[in-house]
């Protein structure tokens, strides 16, 4: 079901936000599947696709923007499940992490692919605009979360 007229006619802020909502909400609940949670799922997927030298816990943390108490928890967690690993390599004081073959075998059926596969039905004009809009409100946000001191 549309929610927008898309015959011209200006979008209202508000409609957007909902759709928005929605559209994360349903990027979420698929995040929740194969014995994962979303935020494991998102670790996951970072170890796979960082830099070697910016695999650690800490990395993570300043990657998601979040505390570095909840994703260590989220790291063990997935150490425990086999899916990630301590690499033998340090950066300096930070334990890096690495993905292990089971954590891949888990990757190829990632939930994100169903989201992949929408946005690749979009134009590459399309993506680009998206990308544009959706980081400029996500900056929005993290800096009105910064001036609350809601987030580091």
């Given amino acids: 079901m549309r929610q927008f007229d898309m015959t011209g006619k200006a979008i209202q802020a508000e409609a957007l936000a909902r759709l928005i909502e929605q559209t994360s909400r349903a990027i979420h609940s698929r995040g929740h599947s194969?014995?994962?949670?979303?935020a494991q799922w998102t670790a996951l997927r970072y170890f796979a696709g960082a830099d070697p030298t910016r695999c650690s816990a800490?990395?993570?943390a300043a990657y998601q923007g979040m505390a570095f108490g909840p994703v260590s928890r989220t790291v063990r967690t997935l150490i425990a499940k086999g899916l990630?690993?301590?690499?033998?390599?340090?950066?300096?004081?930070?334990?890096?992490i690495e993905v292990t073959a089971e954590g891949r075998t888990l990757l190829a059926q990632d939930p994100m692919?169903?989201?992949v596969e929408a946005l690749k039905g979009l134009s590459p004009g399309d993506r680009q605009v998206?990308?544009?809009?959706?980081?400029?409100?996500?900056?929005?946000?993290?800096?009105?979360?910064s001036e609350d001191g809601l987030t580091p």
Avoid: H
């Fill in 84 to 96: 990630i690993a301590k690499s033998a390599t340090r950066q300096g004081r930070l334990e890096l």
């Fill in 130 to 145: 998206l990308a544009q809009a959706l980081e400029t409100v996500m900056l929005r946000l993290q800096g009105a979360d």
């Fill in 34 to 38: 194969d014995g994962l949670f979303p």
């Fill in 113 to 115: 692919a169903d989201v």
């Fill in 58 to 60: 800490t990395d993570l």
